[in-house]
């Protein structure tokens, strides 16, 4: 099988860590008769800046017809405002319906503040308040500007509906002998309905409704006010397996728990539609390190780990995640955002030889 | 000078935590020339329960006309949805025009996870998705309900103008000699305009402005996307100072800053107006601990000197932060949820004879 692979460095570390991920994807063993063809792509704030549009047709386009998946860096937010600017990965979840966001945070070896976690985040991915429809008018006393924030029961439904599915394979991953925290599959239902009843509401009802089904009859359900769930999030990290969410407490959350294993670094995400997938490392484009060689490229080797898992590809994926946790145990070719020296080539060496 | 204080102490653990409240009000010295008369007002889910109103207008009413400050307990969230029920919280925020939610957190002692934390989120207290117009239609494919969140230049600048008076009088507090991890004062503003350009970005763009008035001089200005202040606050708490948030993430990040300092039960708010101030402990109503007599009063004490401050007694408050932060540094008589044994009642008890 030969996978089609885009690839969107976007800006800053953006372009130093896809060339990672392609080189990980092309050093897989050929035992498990995988080939990959690359396409390089244009986004981001420097392709809007030469051109006037964050994300071209084009590279919409041959995502949508010559691609299997792809790997996005990320992108620059510019400083001040500037007119017409609009972030290109948002519009690609959009326009690719790429409907879930799956963030996985694990702690190897002894995880940093807080203990061991090993939870993932799935976010909606298409709504909330990322619908950015937005006005500006003039009230009696100065500008007023109102954003809608829309939950639909179908987006809802489904990204429940995913969310079910991953606790099922984290356990099927588990009744394999895989080492874990948890013994029983449990999906926390995230919202803030005590104050919007009907948006976050309907959110709650239909994610309670989805996980009801009999195929999750061994999942436990719970739910966590948004505020809550960051503060126990941070008191107890441990008792979390899937954590399901809108958009924007999706996002929130999956940098909150970022911080529990000690670097964005090393937080992966896969922006998952029906048969599509790009991985995207959870970090921005960090303008502050750019160009250094020093980027830690681990979640963008994870973020590929989690494209396989999506296109079906669950040996090579696990195959990626081994190499990753073999350098993060022993600890020795870490990046500076880990308190290690390496650079970014290093580390990508030091995972390689572990495949 | 006698303050009428009015006393709502809701559902929950807010019964006990509220009678400390006025318990510590009593006990300050007669030297501060300070008295106090109470008045007893309903509000909550069981008053919803009793009335079918959670909030009674007697309540709304003799707060605006016989109150100069109050204390709230909790309200609890109904665990599934009751049909008219509406927090009385938010409810009074509004109509009391209580702009600001002023919510210091600080690590006594050691603090608990990541070191020493000194810092306040100020709060924007009125609208933000908090203004509920919410409306739900049929779609294509189910229901969809929508919110609006909505954010003005007046209470923009207002809040961000609170926020800068907080970085002056706290640099005037340190100035007398008091410990303090901050050198120099610092605002940091917080919002998503990267995704919300026009609502988050007026709330910066205004904020910005606000602090930059001579008045603010002195005052150090940064910003942080909401994602990544979640992950700054966990990594590097002792970095912040005064911390400005459009309402949701002003709740989000309290929460969170809470986890920091070891438990919900020592965080104190303000909902703070022209000329009015009620205190507010910001754990909720802990229906898993109620009527066992373990609450922590901590929070509430705090907020009882939170409100002090802001009616302009600011030396009442001085004496109640030290009593309150002597059995602390102790150590000895902690509740529960502080990994002691105490009763509400024995804590009490002895933050009074430290006063
Ligand atoms: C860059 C930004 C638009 C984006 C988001 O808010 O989704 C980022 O924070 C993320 O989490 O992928
Ligand atoms: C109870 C709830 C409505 C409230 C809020 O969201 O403001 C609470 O979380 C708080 O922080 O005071």
Redesign the interface.
Known sequence: RTLRIGLIPGDGIGREVIPAGRRILEALPSSLNLKFSFTDLDAGFETFQKTGNALPEKTVETLKQECDGALFGAVS?PTT?VQGY??PI?ALRKKLDLYANVRPVKSVGNGD??GKVDLVIVRENTED??V?E???YD?P??????????????AS?RIANMAGEIALRRQRVRKTGAESIHQKPLVTVTH????????D??FR?TARNALAQSQYNSIGVEEQ????M??????QPSAYDVIVAPN?YG??L???A???VGS?GLVPSANVGDGFAIGEPCH?SAPDIQGQGIANPIATLRSVGLMLEFLAEEKAAAMIYKAVDGNLEEGKVLSPDMGGRARTEQVVEDVLKRL
Chains 1, 2 share one sequence.
């Open positions: 937010s405002k609009s972030s948002v503040k807080g308040l990322y950015k937005e006005k500006t009230g006393n100065g500008k007023i500007a109102e954003a809608i924030k829309r939950i639909s029961e179908r439904f803030k309905s005590n104050v919007l009843s009907q948006t509401g309907l009802e006010i948004v505020d809550s960051v503060y126990n999030l941070f008191r924007l996002d929130i999956s940098d909150g970022a911080a529990l964005l921005g």
